[in-house]
């Protein structure tokens, strides 16, 4: 293989990819696959605000480009979106019960049947394409976007297949998406021991998880 010089001076992470920093580990998500891989000692010393391509060592470079995981310009497929800040505010551990009215249970149960369809095939960008098809303007207020998480919640107690955070957050991000809350759907990792983990949040507040337990994660993506 040819140095690297001229021919990818600045090069990008392949479409279907998405990476974060871990202390000196490189994590890769595959978002085609729905795969990580953790590439340790990758990165060089950097301040916070040096981009992560610039922090990857000449050695993991040069293999990473002859592997097709860096390429030499951006190409077309999902939208990068910044990541959010991590949450500071979670809900009460324990709320009320918000019984949804039958047109909302056979919504939920509607999206609960695709979610499980959707993990038959191992494709987070599919999911993210679909659920962000139509971007809505950020107009439902927090009272009423805790009060669709206690919908949820409450039927979770009856509706099959709502454990797991994977299905759990693709309903619950859908439902408040098309309501009209610009929730964020936030896929994280962590090293020790390995993990990988997703979480809805708005704003400052996560919705169906603990402060305390998403900070363990590093987020990789997020829609």
């Not at 890769?28 to 340790?40: E, G, H, P």
């Not at 959707?118 to 439902?140: G, H, I, M, T």
């Amino acid at each position: 293989m040819p140095p690297f010089s001229s021919t990818l001076m600045q090069p990008h992470f392949a479409s279907h990819l998405r990476a974060a920093a871990i202390g000196d580990h490189l994590v890769i998500m595959d978002l085609a696959a729905n795969s990580y891989v953790c590439v340790a000692g990758a990165l060089i010393p950097a301040s916070d605000d040096t981009p992560l391509i610039e922090r990857i060592n000449e050695a993991t470079r040069l293999a990473l480009i002859e592997d097709g995981v860096l390429v030499a310009k951006a190409e077309d497929g999902l939208e990068a979106a910044d990541l959010p800040a991590y949450p500071t505010r979670d809900l009460p551990f324990e709320m009320p019960p918000a019984w949804p009215g039958l047109a909302t249970t056979v919504e939920l149960l509607a999206r609960i049947v695709l979610a499980q369809g959707a993990r038959r095939f191992p494709s987070p960008a599919r999911w993210l394409r679909r659920l962000n098809s139509k971007d809505r303007f950020d107009v439902l207020p927090e009272a009423e976007i805790v009060w669709r998480v206690r919908q949820v919640q409450s039927a979770a107690l009856y509706l099959p297949g709502m454990s797991g955070c994977l299905v759990n957050s693709m309903v619950l991000h859908g439902l408040l998406r098309s309501r009209g809350a610009r929730t964020r759907w936030v896929f994280g990792v962590r090293l020790h021991p390995f993990e990988a983990h997703c979480w809805v949040q708005w704003r400052d507040l996560v919705l169906n998880d603990r402060v305390e337990h998403v900070r363990w994660f590093t987020p990789v993506v997020a829609a």
